[in-house]
């Protein structure tokens, strides 16, 4: 999800907070303990060096 998010803001779209928290799987019902489907595929490896910067309702850039 971090690399898609990385995508659009390169592609000149503003991240903000509230966007991010509405992406949260943990938003509605979660179930800690609850099945939940995993797909079989091949997953990229995670790049832990990808930052987002993400504007604030004042307009000021943020690091997330």
């Known amino acids: 999800m ?16 509230e966007m991010l928290r509405a992406l949260s799987p943990y938003r509605q019902h979660p179930s800690r303990f609850g099945m ?6 091949e997953a990229e490896p995670i790049n832990y060096d990808v930052r ?6 004042e307009g000021q850039m943020e690091l997330a």
Do not use: C, F
């Open 36 to 41: 939940y489907e995993l797909r079989d595929r």
């Open 2 to 17: 971090t690399q898609a998010l990385k995508e659009l803001q390169d592609e000149g779209m503003a991240l903000t907070p």
């Open 52 to 57: 987002l910067d993400l504007v604030s309702n």
